[in-house]
């Protein structure tokens, strides 16, 4: 299954991008769900999680700006983005993981979305 991110582009430091995140023809409601990001050159690392009853989790990099949500009856999800620098200049990644638990290993993610490019100049 295949999900679809999408709502990246080119913004200046300071300003706010919402990714959006869905899966057509498949639902993930009983899933946590996860935003992952990779820049040039670097591992793809995790950014934030949500999970059962909405808990979440977030990388200590995005933590305070970041914020994750969805809404299931439209089987859609989030990554509300605030303050954003040029470090967060990557591909975003949405993924399903195989429980209802938030996880930021990778592992733990069995689908994932093509990605979306989010570019932050200083």
């Known amino acids: 299954v295949q999900l679809q991110a999408y709502g990246g582009g080119l913004v200046q430091a300071g300003d706010s991008l919402r990714l959006s995140c869905t899966a057509p023809?498949?639902?993930?409601?009983?899933?946590?769900m996860g935003w992952f990001r990779q820049a040039p050159g670097k591992e793809r690392e995790f950014v934030a999680s949500?999970?059962?009853?909405?808990?979440?989790y977030y990388a200590d990099s995005v933590k305070g700006r970041f914020t994750i949500s969805r809404e299931l009856n439209r089987n859609m999800m989030y990554l509300q983005m605030n303050s954003l620098k040029p470090e967060d200049t990557a591909i975003y990644y949405c993924?399903?993981?195989?429980?209802?638990?938030?996880?930021?290993?990778?592992?733990?993610?069995?689908?994932w979305g093509q990605g979306t490019q989010v570019t932050v100049s200083s």
């Open positions: 023809g498949r639902t993930f409601s009983n899933n946590a």
């Open positions: 993924a399903a993981a195989r429980s209802s638990l938030t996880t930021g290993r990778i592992s733990d993610y069995g689908h």
């Open positions: 949500i999970g059962w009853k909405s808990s979440t």
